[in-house]
């Protein structure tokens, strides 16, 4: 008996309420999937070194236990690292705080005098904004919370994943029929592959470019060089949003700590030319991600991302939407998906195409 084909209209529908559906469970169950969702991808970054322990005939939970240690102490180096840098920075906050007072004095003196905007109106105008972004301090620190809450899970749940990574393989193929065992193996060696790829030349890009950023802006005496220069590289993990991010904080600092407006042209300047060189060099030869997915699918992705589970999310969307794509081009009929998330622009569309086909048919007739 032939399966029934329904109308488009209701298949768009069914599938619009699916993904819906789906949106508003991850929202909900954001708490829980978001250590599960990173938990996920660094047990596939830890795997290889994972199996080297254990193709050297070391215990399985031993293996496991020291993948996870020696990953620890690399982590706790870079935040050793980054809170000596912040040391630094707190000590002398209260000459940040001055100068900052003096600059706001004279900026508030200039907008009367230029703009006619009055000192107590200039400070209503700022007690509005600080009472509307309360919302804002509070999500932010829900999210610090939140990111804590992941540190602490992150082990547990990377312990898990690796225990239990041959019960979890056996279930993905299980779930499917026998025929389409190779399919499903073909989709999970390149999401493994592609995870690895991307998030360990997405390390190596971050370092490159914390180096790159120190150095500019030790360059241009600009005080803080090698904290702002590191936070400038873990923005720009945020695609395209946090790059502008980390321009605004070492120009900020400059026009605070230096006068005149020098220092922040050459950072402006500076960063551009760092960010040319990571788009056009760093990125296609060093983070080469077998799945690459185009711009506007990128900042569309980052973006529901954060509005489905804040920054996590726009740190966790380019990966899962790679996952993806490897998976649209395994199934024929969302190879078309596939396609349209993928950075290969063709060069002439396929209307045109089937067009001239059936003017050859009619031709030939």
């Known amino acids: ?4 084909e329904y109308p488009f209209y209701l298949k768009s529908t069914v599938i619009l ?25 660094f ?24 993948t996870l240690f020696l990953a620890t102490i690399v982590l706790a180096a870079i935040l050793y690292f980054l809170s000596a840098q912040v040391s630094t920075f707190s000590e002398t906050l209260p000459l940040l705080k001055e100068k900052f007072g003096t600059i706001s004095t004279a900026f508030g003196s200039w907008t009367e005098e230029h703009l006619g905007i009055t000192i107590q109106k200039q400070i209503e105008l700022l007690n509005e904004a600080l009472n ?8 932010t620190l829900s999210t610090v919370v939140g990111t804590l809450s992941i540190l602490f899970l992150l082990p547990v749940y990377i312990f898990l994943f690796l225990f239990y990574k041959t019960l979890i393989l056996n279930f993905l193929f299980e779930v499917f029929d026998e025929k389409n065992s190779k399919q499903v193996s073909d989709i999970l060696k390149e999401t493994k592959s592609a995870v690895q790829s991307y998030m360990i ?10 180096t790159l950023n120190s150095i500019a802006l030790s360059l241009l005496g600009v005080k803080y060089a090698i904290l702002l220069g590191v936070i400038g590289a873990l923005l720009n993990l945020i695609p395209y949003i946090g790059g502008v991010i980390a ?8 026009t605070v700590t230096s006068d005149g407006y020098h220092t922040q042209l050459g950072i402006l300047i500076a960063y551009i030319i760092i960010q040319f060189v990571d788009n056009n060099i760093i990125i296609p030869r060093i983070v080469s991600s077998k799945v690459q997915i185009n711009a506007l699918i990128s ?42 998330l993928g ?21 030939a007739k």
């Open 1 to 4: 008996m032939p399966d029934k």
């Open 17 to 41: 309420f699916g993904i819906a559906l789906l949106a508003l469970i991850l929202y909900t169950l954001q708490d829980i999937m978001v250590p599960l969702a990173f938990a996920m991808i």
């Open 43 to 66: 047990a596939i970054l830890l795997n290889p070194l994972y199996n080297w322990f254990q193709k050297h005939k070391v215990p399985n939970i031993l293996s496991i236990l020291i």
């Open 132 to 139: 509307s972004s309360k919302a804002f301090v509070g999500s």
């Open 201 to 210: 030349g997405l390390l190596i890009e971050t370092l490159i470019i914390a």
């Open 247 to 254: 321009i605004a904080l070492p120009v900020l600092i400059a």
């Open 299 to 340: 900042i569309i992705t980052v973006l529901l991302g954060s509005a489905l589970w804040g920054v996590a999310g726009m740190f966790l969307s380019i990966p899962f939407i790679a996952i993806l794509k490897i998976i649209f081009d395994r199934i024929p009929e969302l190879k078309a998906w596939g396609k349209l």
């Open 343 to 363: 950075d290969t622009v063709p060069t002439r569309h396929i209307g045109e195409i089937w067009n001239k086909r059936k003017t050859r048919k009619a031709a």
